[in-house]
């Protein structure tokens, strides 16, 4: 039987990671799409701010995730496609990092899993502008945006997602999201690359 909230309706999991996570997840929508992503300088800005993001919070679920809640790892593909740009990307990877004190790697998980579908949005958007590599002269390169493995792993992590609990329950979970976030928050207000494109 699923745990229910005081008004006896019980709520899934991902439902109380959205409400919880609705603030942050804004500030950090709005920070991302504030450039013109199809610029090749903006681009990697944006491959630069999601490996400071991305490389710590990947390092930590390879030592410390469940194998099933464990994202697929994509820095080697940002570090890639910045080498495609022509990028000094020397020292970008970001501080350590690591989750609070009894959170819920499940958070973790659906909040990097999430961020596919921005990641989906983003390579339409450059298909449509003629900017994949292999479009036009001066096409960027998508081997992250395009990698297809997030969203197997978003299908794998959705059972857990779906379960219904009381938001006391969700609290662990929504602490790790939290974390995640502030993570990728913390990284697209920075500065860390240089491009030859500039």
């Excluded at 799409?33 to 903006?42: G, N, Q």
């Excluded at 890639?80 to 690591?98: M, N, Q, S, W």
């Excluded at 794998?156 to 969700?170: D, H, M, N, T, W």
Aim: hydrophobic share 40%.
């Amino acid at each position: 039987m699923a745990d229910v909230d005081k008004s006896g309706i019980g709520r899934p999991l991902r439902a109380h990671l959205r409400d919880s996570t609705r603030t942050i997840h804004a500030r950090l929508d709005q920070s991302v799409s504030r450039s013109d992503w199809t610029r090749p300088t903006a681009y990697a800005r944006f491959l630069a701010s999601q490996l400071e993001a991305r490389e710590p919070v990947e390092q930590w679920a390879r030592r410390h995730c469940p194998p099933q809640l464990r994202p697929p790892e994509t820095s080697t593909l940002l570090r890639e496609d910045l080498h495609d740009l022509e990028c000094d990307i020397a020292g970008v990877g970001g501080t350590p990092f690591a989750l609070p004190e009894g959170s819920d790697p499940l958070g973790l998980a659906w909040a990097i899993a999430g961020s596919q579908m921005g990641n989906r949005a983003m390579l339409a958007q450059l298909r449509k502008a003629g900017r994949e590599h292999g479009g036009e002269s001066g096409g960027l390169p998508v081997r992250f945006l395009s990698d297809p493995r997030m969203d197997g792993f978003w299908r794998s992590i959705l059972p857990y997602l779906k379960r219904e609990v009381v938001q006391e329950a969700a609290r662990p979970a929504i602490s790790a999201a939290l974390a995640v976030f502030a993570r990728f928050e913390e990284a697209f207000t920075g500065h860390h690359v240089r491009s030859a494109a500039a």
